[in-house]
C-alpha cells in the first residue's frame, strides 16, 4: 500500500459522524485529489486560477490541505478547469448501531 492509501485509511478512520474534524479530514482528501489532477493536467497554478477566474491566492487556499473553508461552486470550477466534475454523496453505511439505513 502506498503512503497515499495509508494516509487516506487514517483519515478516514478519524472521521466522526459530524464535526469539523471530519469537515477536515475530508478537505484534505480533496486537497490531494485536486494537486494530483493539476500535475497531471500540466497546467501551473496561475494557469489554473486564470482559467477558474480566480486569483493565484483564492486557489493557494483550495489546495491547501489544512484551510477546511470550501464551498461547493469553488470546487466545481476548480474541477471544471481541470476537466473533472465533482460528485457528492452521503452515505449512510456509518449510521450508529439500531438506526435504519435504508
Do not use: H, I
Not at 3 to 25: F, I, K, Q, S
Not at 34 to 46: D, I, N, Q, R
Not at 72 to 97: F, I, K
Amino acid at each position: 500500500m502506498n503512503g497515499d492509501a495509508v494516509n487516506e485509511m487514517r483519515e478516514l478512520r478519524e472521521l466522526p459522524e459530524n464535526g469539523a474534524t471530519g469537515a477536515l479530514a475530508v478537505k484534505r482528501r480533496l486537497s490531494r485529489q485536486l494537486v494530483a489532477a493539476l500535475a497531471e493536467s500540466g497546467l501551473t497554478k496561475t494557469a489554473l486560477a486564470r482559467r477558474m477566474r480566480t486569483s493565484r491566492s483564492s486557489l493557494d487556499r483550495l489546495l491547501d490541505p489544512d484551510n477546511p473553508a470550501l464551498t461547493l461552486a469553488t470546487l466545481a470550477r476548480a474541477a471544471g478547469a481541470l476537466g473533472r466534475r465533482v460528485r457528492v454523496e452521503l452515505d449512510d453505511s456509518a449510521a450508529p448501531p439500531g438506526r435504519s439505513q435504508g
